[in-house]
Nanobody, 124 residues
Framework: QVQLVESGGGVVQAGDSLGLACTASGRTSLIYAMAWFRQAPGKERDFVAL????????IYADSVKGRFTISSDNAKNTMYLKMNSLKPEDTAMYYCAINPRMDDSRGTYEYALWGQGTQVTVSS
C-alpha cells in the first residue's frame, strides 16, 4: 500500500529552527491527508499539524501555531514540517501519519498508517 519514512530530526538549541520531512512511497494516490504528531517520553501522542492534499488546507495545534509550518510537495510525495523558535517542550519523537478517519463509536479520528518517527531534541 503506502510506506512512510520521516527524516530531519536532530539536536538543536532553544530558539533554533529545524525542518522535518515525511516521504511516502507505494500507492501514494490513496493519500488524501497527511499529518504530524509528536510524543514525549511518558506522555500521550499529540497532534501537531495536518494538511489536506486536495486543497492544501492546514490545521495546527495551538502549541505550535505561528512557529511551525506544514507543507507538501505532491510531485515528490513528501510532506514537510518547518519548525521555528523551538522550545525545550517541543522535544519529542515526531511521527508522520496519513488519512484520518472518524471512528463514530469512539468520537475520535484514527489514522490509517504511521511512520517510525524521527527524534527532535531541543536543549536550553
Amino acid at each position: 500500500q503506502v510506506q512512510l519514512v520521516e527524516s530531519g530530526g536532530g539536536v538543536v538549541q532553544a530558539g533554533d529552527s529545524l525542518g522535518l520531512a515525511c516521504t511516502a512511497s507505494g500507492r501514494t494516490s490513496l493519500i488524501y491527508a497527511m499529518a504530524w504528531f509528536r510524543q514525549a517520553p511518558g506522555k500521550e501522542r499529540d497532534f501537531v499539524a495536518l494538511i489536506f492534499e486536495s486543497n492544501g488546507k492546514t490545521i495546527y495545534a495551538d502549541s505550535v501555531k505561528g512557529r511551525f509550518t506544514i507543507s507538501s510537495d505532491n510531485a515528490k510525495n513528501t510532506m514537510y514540517l518547518k519548525m521555528n523558535s523551538l522550545k525545550p517542550e517541543d522535544t519529542a519523537m515526531y511521527y508522520c501519519a496519513i488519512n484520518p478517519r472518524m471512528d463514530d463509536s469512539r468520537g475520535t479520528y484514527e489514522y490509517a498508517l504511521w511512520g517510525q518517527g524521527t527524534q527532535v531534541t531541543v536543549s536550553s
